[in-house]
């Protein structure tokens, strides 16, 4: 209650700022004008459309990313000689800034979703492969030493043993991965992919609509806190 | 014996690349050979190209980050030590928080232009949220007993804030600035793709354009050395920053 006092009157003060010609409508805008123009774009369906665009390059990013990811950790969780060896690679390649894959991205895939999602999964590796790494580094010795003697298959322990055990600390990185991978696929649009709600923006910006980019910039800000409370609800 | 392994690990995967780039069994173009990317840097670093683009992004990641960090703690204590100002603005902040910091990129550049104030603003919006929650984290878990103690010493609440809370806050706001620090340089080559200002960001965008590859992965390597350097300075001052505090907590 007491939250939504501040935005309400900051709302309130935009659209009489406006009203009274100080604020100029070229760059502010004003709340009326945003939500037509949300319910506009609702209504003809390029803001669904492009929510998809978007969501179809961050999910399967994403899917990606938490299937190698969690093979990944896994593997380098249970060996810690493999650790060893693997590890001082795995941190040089871990800094380099997700975005500076973009012009490669798209000199090996050209426009499209494919660009997209490679570089959303290059940037949701690296939490899912880390926690999963530690968590797995965590699980109770005798577990595994049990599945050893029980004589499970490798796929039988990681389904019966090890991803049960590690699953709440997986869940984080998973989660991490999530919000990670709307924010990239939105960067990627608005730096280059003429595809989704980060190119709209851009496109309603040139076109002078500010109105519109305001009215999608509030509904991607939604959008990312859905994705967290969702995730909050399945993942742990 | 146990620096050998990795080492190897890490030539071989190299050695492979190469190898498979010398037998074009990949495509030079999408993948070329270690060899012509180091000489691409190497040739880069002797004749002074390198070094102005790398400045340019490294400044831009700098004072965006800067600016950032001191907004970010100034207001996550005034909004940190007061129980009603947390009430009122905690819920807004929850909400703009997820909100991805590049799509304020266009907005920016309504009220900027294509500059390097915009990119600034970019990146201070961006960096600014680790260092701002992590500021309000720290000042709510002060230890009672030394608040207790500075009851009993009589300090007016500043010298509370000066000598207790944000000393106490002092970890969460470093690790703060430290993902803040990683947001600045993806946002800083973020922006200059966008914005085509000068820097690394610009320089790999426009050697993909021409299909200088050599070119486009030395500038992927030097910005992953960028993004390694400064999260290792960060670590190193918050452990000499921290050095007063009990050695596990």
């Known amino acids: 209650m007491k939250g939504a006092l501040i935005p309400a009157v900051l709302a309130i003060l935009w659209e009489a700022g406006s009203r009274a010609g100080l604020l100029p409508q070229d760059s502010f805008s004003r709340p009326s004008a945003i939500a037509a123009a949300f319910v506009h774009g609702f209504a003809d369906g390029t803001i669904p459309r492009d929510t998809w665009l978007t969501f179809e390059a961050a999910l399967a990013g994403f899917a990606i990313a938490a299937v190698l990811g969690i093979l990944a950790g896994v593997a380098l969780g249970l060996s810690a000689r493999l650790e060893r060896v693997v590890g001082p690679s795995v941190d040089a390649l871990r800094p380099i800034p997700s975005v500076a894959l973009i012009p490669l991205a798209l000199l090996v895939f050209g426009f499209g979703v494919r660009m997209e999602a490679s570089v959303v999964a290059f940037a949701c590796f690296w939490p899912v492969l880390l926690m999963t790494q530690s968590a797995v580094r965590g699980i109770e010795p005798r577990l595994l030493e049990l599945a050893r003697s029980l004589q499970l298959s490798f796929f039988a322990t990681l389904r019966k043993v090890i991803l049960p055990a590690a699953f709440d600390r997986i869940g984080v990185g998973l989660r991490l991965a999530l919000g990670i991978s709307l924010v990239v696929a939105v960067t990627v649009e608005i730096v280059l992919n003429p595809r989704g709600l980060g190119h709209a923006m851009i496109g309603a910006q040139q076109a002078l609509r500010s109105d519109l980019m305001y009215a999608q910039l509030l509904w991607l800000g939604a959008l990312g806190w859905m994705l967290n409370h969702a995730a909050k609800k399945v993942l742990p | ?249």
């Open chain 2, 1 to 249: 014996m146990r620096v050998v392994p990795p080492m190897l690990f890490a030539v071989a995967l190299v050695g492979i690349w190469q190898l498979a780039a010398e037998l074009k069994l990949i495509n030079p173009i999408f993948f070329p050979s270690p060899g012509r990317t180091l000489r691409e840097l190497w040739d880069q670093g002797a004749s002074g190209q390198l070094w102005q683009p790398l400045g340019a992004t490294t400044l831009r990641m700098l004072y965006g980050w800067v600016l950032a960090s001191a907004m970010g703690v100034a207001l996550g204590v005034a909004i940190g030590t007061s129980r009603r100002a947390r009430q009122y603005l905690e819920p807004m902040l929850e909400l703009l928080r997820p909100l991805p910091a590049s799509a304020i990129i266009p907005v920016a550049i309504l009220f900027f232009g294509l500059s390097n104030a915009m990119s600034t603003a970019v990146i201070a919006f961006g960096s600014l949220w680790p260092v701002l929650l992590a500021t309000v984290q720290g000042l709510k878990l002060p230890e009672p007993q030394l608040l207790e103690l500075c009851s009993t010493l009589r300090l007016s609440k500043r010298q509370v804030l000066l000598k207790i809370e944000l000393p106490g806050a002092l970890p969460d706001i470093l690790a703060g600035a430290r993902v803040g620090l990683a947001i600045a340089l993806i946002l800083a080559v973020v922006t200059e793709m966008q914005a085509s200002l000068p820097g690394l960001g610009q320089n790999i965008l426009l050697a993909q354009r021409s299909f200088r590859s050599p070119e486009l992965y030395a500038g992927i390597v030097v910005l992953g050395i960028m993004g390694f350097i400064a999260n290792q300075v960060l670590l190193v001052a918050e452990r000499r920053l921290l050095r007063w505090r009990a050695p596990s907590v």
